[in-house]
């Protein structure tokens, strides 16, 4: 490592859970990153798991993508997966191994810096009770693998104060804990005229009313159903409200059974962007995020927010000024807060301000491209790198 040039191209093993064309918060977050880390020198290959239907190898955008069998139950599947993927990393040579997520991801990488020696940066996807450490202390081996973390990965990567907190808790060094956050692309998630947000709104069946907007996966953890259940009072309030869900998810169904007047589902979108540019408010009920990338989007996008106060969101909003923080399980408060945004025009566009000045001046994804840049070189010229959290 002591001979590593600053200015060489620097080869990374991406080792991720899935990747397209499912899209979650962590796929969209790396395709959004490669094109940039490509332009700063680093060479990207993507190893992931192959699920039904599609091909081992593939280019995405420019990026060779190598999707491993992932036969069986969970821990066969897992097992699989870090023994395709160790021959793969030595026909690679990678400088360093990036790990999204410390379960199968992670273990791969310790192992293969084990055998082959180079670096590992991983990456905390989520904290909280459904985090990624939180998982790894409810499986049988979960101590054990998070001791092995500990010795071998070079940094962890935290996206949160949440996170770091654990990662404190475990007594990773401070050193050991770079802060960088998702990042957004500020050009794309932008603010638009008002007029054009009736043009996009007629261009995709969208009534006129006012129009609150969710974006992810349809899933438990969400809360997708709270929303579901305090709609009606909304609608008392602004009888021409509407609920706009983008996405798919295991609820879907359900989902729909639940759900009344005002509600529409309108599925998987390849681009949200334009769907929050011509919406008037963004809601995330979750009950546990990592630091959601449609929380960020939206914010871009110039929209005034309502989060839960979970994971990284009070990292980014400050209550009242560029958001509103909610407690996950307090449905009274959410419907409150949401006809009351709905009511005031003024306050909406004054959230909406700061939050899109919050995504310029600290989460441009061009910034966070940097970072890891650095990051990447440090771990290659130093064995014991100093990275100091930037909160």
């Known amino acids: 490592m002591g001979s590593y040039s600053a ?3 620097i080869r990374v093993a991406m080792l991720i859970q899935a990747y397209y064309p499912h899209v979650g918060g962590a796929e969209r977050q790396l395709a959004a990153l490669a094109p940039l880390l490509q332009e700063r020198g680093v060479d990207i290959h993507i190893l992931t798991r192959r699920y039904s239907g599609l091909r081992s190898f593939e280019m995405i955008d420019g990026v060779p993508v190598y999707r491993l069998p992932i036969p069986g139950p969970k821990p066969v599947a897992s097992l699989a997966f870090t023994l395709s993927a160790l021959p793969l ?38 904290g909280g009770k459904l985090g990624d450490i939180a998982k790894l202390n409810q499986r049988r081996s979960g101590r054990q693998r998070l001791a092995a973390m500990r010795r071998h990965v070079d940094a962890f990567i935290t996206i949160s104060r949440e996170i770091d907190g654990e990662l404190a808790n475990l007594n990773i060094p401070q050193e050991k804990r770079p802060f960088i956050p998702n990042g957004v692309d500020i050009h794309h998630f932008a603010p638009i005229p008002a007029q054009e947000k009736q043009i996009l709104r007629q261009n995709f069946g969208l009534p006129d009313g006012p129009l609150t907007v969710f974006t992810g996966r349809l899933a438990k953890e969400k809360q997708i159903d709270q929303l579901i259940a305090i ?21 879907e169904a359900e989902l729909k059974r639940q759900a009344g007047d005002g509600i529409i589902f309108y599925g998987a979108v390849d681009d949200v962007a334009p769907f929050l540019q011509c919406a008037d408010l963004f809601v995330l ?26 994971g990284g969101a009070p990292d980014l909003i400050s209550h009242g000024h560029n958001g ?19 009511n005031e ?40 790198p100093l990275l100091q959290p930037e909160w």
């Open 7 to 9: 200015s060489k191209t």
């Open 89 to 126: 990393l030595y026909r690679l040579k990678p400088d360093l191994i990036h790990a999204h997520e410390l379960l199968s991801p992670t273990t791969t990488a310790v192992l293969a810096k084990r055998i082959f020696g180079m670096p590992v940066a991983a990456k905390v996807l989520r």
């Open 231 to 251: 709609w009606p009072r909304v609608r008392i309030a602004h009888p021409q409200a509407s609920l706009l869900l983008l996405g798919t998810g295991d609820q």
């Open 285 to 310: 009920p979750s009950a546990t995020e990592g630091l959601s990338n449609a929380l960020l989007e939206a914010m871009a996008a110039g929209l005034p927010v309502i989060t839960s106060n979970v």
């Open 324 to 342: 509103l923080l909610i407690s996950p399980d307090n449905s009274a408060d959410w419907a409150e807060c949401i006809i009351d945004l709905l």
């Open 345 to 384: 025009q003024r306050k909406r566009e004054g959230l909406g301000q700061q939050a899109r000045q919050k995504m310029v001046s600290e989460y441009a994804l061009s910034s966070v491209a940097d970072r890891l840049r650095g990051l990447y070189e440090r771990l290659l010229t130093a064995p014991d």
